[in-house]
């Protein structure tokens, strides 16, 4: 499904304060009030099938998960309780996956979270597994895409994903098997960032304590290559949104000035349909991308290290992902030439025989087996 239906607009539920404040971003709150239309694991649910998750994304307290290893995992879930009883697990590992100076990095947690993924397939043989790993994400935005970091960090997920593979092939289920392998963005490199937020304390329509927007008449909040614009007092929206748009236009490195409203030309929701939606929505242009910080006056500043970044117009060839499928179904020695991640889920229904309600993507018909 688009945004404008699934409703997920960010790595979390925004929340407009209203009463000139920022917007702020809710992490991890319930899938119910963030996620607006089933998703392919309530369906397989609904269907009586088993469903498992290992660091999924916009997923907690579903209800429609069999067994589940999370994010933020619970110590006492039954997988979590699982792995320590046979020693897969340590109970300080556990404690150094929670919020806290003691969380390890993603290397860490994206080992962590192959071992349940393990667990999981061998102990419960799940009828779907949906599995995440952070760090080939966190490596591409330090460091940027096609670099030596960037190289290491892919072989580090192929590593882990070798590992469940195998894990497949010991547990004798490889020939009922399907693997998808996906990501949601590919990453541009960002030289320069933009720092929008600096443009509306300079402009007196926000105040800031360090890198921090305290009040404001206007808000952005960023997304790499892309920033939505939210006017914080709805009754100067008219007297503001002209303003912002010619300042915005104007300002270094951004690339396309678009009215929220027109967000369904982008897949996006209007404003009134979603809070989260943008009133503006900002998009850089290459080699620059969006920063948060209210900090200093300048209003572009060097990355450091070698940044990437991604949120650009999903038309720039080089935020192309990747998608491998294999096994159970697949048939062998398909290239596709470019598809939409909207066809990923589509494409999985059909494998479990199951049926999507709504669904803006299409079955991969072929790379099926007839």
Known sequence: ???????????????????????????????????????????????????????????????????????LPDPESPVAM??????????????????????????????????????????????????????????????????????????YADRLVGDLIQAVDESGLRDRTTFIITTDHGFKKVSQYVHPNVVLKKAGL????????????????????????????????????????????KTE?????????DGP????????????????????KPGFAFNNSAAGEAVTTPTANYGGSHGYLNTDPELDGIFIASGRGIKPGIVLDRMANLDVAPTIAKLMDLKLPQQDGRVLEEILVK
Request: charged fraction near 20%; hydrophobic fraction near 40%.
């Open 82 to 155: 699982e792995m320590l009883v046979n020693d897969t697990i340590l109970p300080e590992h556990l404690a150094w996956m929670q919020p806290g100076p003691q969380r390890k990095g993603v290397t860490f947690l994206d080992n962590m979270w192959t071992k349940a993924a393990i667990h999981i397939f061998k102990t419960h043989q799940p009828n779907l597994l949906l599995y995440h790993t952070l760090n080939t994400d966190a490596t591409h935005h330090t460091y940027g895409p096609a670099t030596q970091a960037s190289h290491t960090a892919l072989a």
């Open 1 to 71: 499904m688009e945004p404008r239906k699934h409703g997920v607009l960010f790595n979390g539920l925004l929340v407009r304060q209203g009463d000139n404040k920022p917007a702020k971003i809710e992490p991890w709150v319930d899938k119910s009030k963030l996620v607006h239309v089933p998703t392919l694991y309530d369906i397989a649910h609904k269907a009586g099938l088993t469903t498992a998750e290992c660091d999924w994304v916009a997923i907690t307290r579903p209800g429609t998960i069999t067994w589940s290893f999370a994010e």
């Open 206 to 249: 926000a105040t800031a304590l360090g890198q921090n927007i305290t009040t404001c008449a206007a808000f952005c909040m960023t997304q790499g290559g892309m920033a939505f614009v939210y006017v914080s007092d709805p009754a100067r929206k008219a007297e503001l949104l002209p303003k912002l748009k010619e300042m915005f236009a």
């Open 265 to 284: 030309t982008l897949g996006m929701p209007t404003p009134e349909e979603n809070q989260g939606m943008g009133d503006l929505v900002l998009y850089a």
């Open 253 to 261: 490195g951004v690339d396309r000035v678009i009215d929220g409203k």
